[in-house]
């Protein structure tokens, strides 16, 4: 049987179909988990990682981030959520600009909010208005244009150990 060669930029038929079907390795097939801890947002994507507080109580949700003067470069607030839910915020009392990155129950980021006016009561949702899917499990506040500094971008993910790590994008090794 003669094998055509397969040139840069195109794919074999058996690899096509097996992408096709499912079949084929997620494209970090064969990459190490990351090991996750829970002080830590980690975007293996961009090989970044945020020193965060965890904000998954009622009370320590809506205190968030507010009377903060200053944040540490990549450190924030991890605010976690029992179940996906519609979630928006605003910055009442918050002294700082944010970035807010809204990420679904697999970790992926599906919209990012960049420098939150400070003080502004106006409600930042989190989901495009067209999003199918607008529930959010998670959602990392860090320093105003700290996201973007970062690499950061809707559709990446983040390895954290309170994701389901069934479900999970990026499971923790």
């Known amino acids: 049987m003669t094998r055509r060669p397969v040139r840069p930029g195109m794919m074999s038929g058996s690899l096509l179909l097996a992408m096709v079907l499912g079949l084929a390795a997620p494209a970090n097939a064969g990459a190490t988990a990351p090991v996750c801890d829970a002080g830590l947002a980690q ?56 970035d807010m990155v809204f990420m679904d129950d697999r970790g992926v980021i599906r919209h990012i909010h960049p420098n939150a006016v400070p003080l502004d009561l106006t409600s930042v949702p989190g989901a495009a208005p ?25 559709g990446m993910a983040m390895a954290h150990p309170r994701l389901d790590q069934k479900r999970a994008a990026i499971p923790c090794g």
Not at 47 to 76: N, T
Not at 81 to 95: A, E, G, H, I
Not at 135 to 154: D, I, S
Request: proline share 10%; net charge negative.
């Open 43 to 98: 975007f293996p994507a961009v090989g970044k990682q945020v020193r965060v507080e965890i904000a998954d109580d009622p009370a320590e949700r809506a205190q968030g981030l507010m009377a903060r003067r200053s944040l540490a470069p990549e450190s924030g607030m991890l605010f976690i959520y029992d179940s996906p839910q519609t979630v928006s915020f605003w910055m009442k009392n918050t002294l700082i600009p944010l």
């Open 130 to 154: 067209d999003d199918p899917s607008p529930e959010r499990l998670m959602v990392l506040e860090v320093a105003g244009g700290g996201a973007g500094r970062m690499g950061l971008q809707p």
